[in-house]
């Protein structure tokens, strides 16, 4: 009983320090003494999320679009989520032009390099909107290992983007077959609904 009773105890003290922290900062916010009341008053009146952007925020200058579809959207499990979009553009515009111009998109130098894959880790998360889960660049134009006879490169060079923001995910994917006179840029977007 002792081991319960002190178990217990020492539970409770830890619930009164997280509670006294979340006063204390309330307090320091406020400027005065906070009671529940006000608690959940204050939690109300923080700033609601805004919307997700348009997918059209990361088409690529005068690009051609080639084809788009939109479905989806709902429920899943307690999160509202939006359609998914995916669209197919294109433009005559090089591959390596095309990289520059998402790699200052996102203020990340990997984007343009052509051998370049890892994390965006120079991505700004300062913005509150759109603080990033998870971002990355995946070259894909490697052959596979069992068919490096003919080569190390693919006859089509490519590069996939992700991000993932509390808002949305998005895919950007750039690549050009050789011979081909045309850059594709396929665009999927996810977005999430803003919660009320």
Avoid: C
């Avoid at 700004?124 to 490697?142: C, H, K, M």
């Avoid at 983007?161 to 509390?166: D, E």
Wanted: proline share 7%; glycine share 8%; hydrophobic share 35%.
């Amino acid at each position: 009983m002792r081991k319960f009773t002190s178990v217990l105890a020492i539970a409770v003290l830890i619930g009164v320090a997280f509670a006294g922290g979340y006063f204390l900062r309330l307090w320091q916010s406020t400027g005065h003494a906070v009671g529940m009341a006000e608690v959940f008053s204050v939690a109300s009146k923080g700033p609601k999320p805004k919307a997700p952007p348009e997918w059209t925020e990361w088409q690529y200058p005068e690009s051609t679009e080639g084809g788009s579809s939109k479905g989806g959207g709902g429920t899943v499990n307690d999160l509202s989520v939006g359609p998914i979009y995916s669209v197919i553009l294109t433009t005559p515009d090089d591959l390596d032009k095309v990289l520059e111009w998402y790699a200052k998109k996102f203020d990340s130098e990997i984007i343009a390099v052509p051998t370049g894959s890892g994390s965006l880790s120079r991505m700004n998360t300062e913005n509150q909107d759109d603080p990033i889960i998870s971002a990355n660049v995946l070259l894909a134009s490697n052959r596979p290992s069992n068919d490096r006879d003919k080569g190390t490169w693919r006859p089509v060079r490519m590069k996939v983007i992700s991000v993932r923001t509390p808002r949305y995910n998005l895919v950007i994917n750039v690549s050009r077959a050789e011979g081909e006179s045309h850059t594709h840029v396929i665009v999927t977007y996810f977005p999430n609904k803003p919660s009320e």
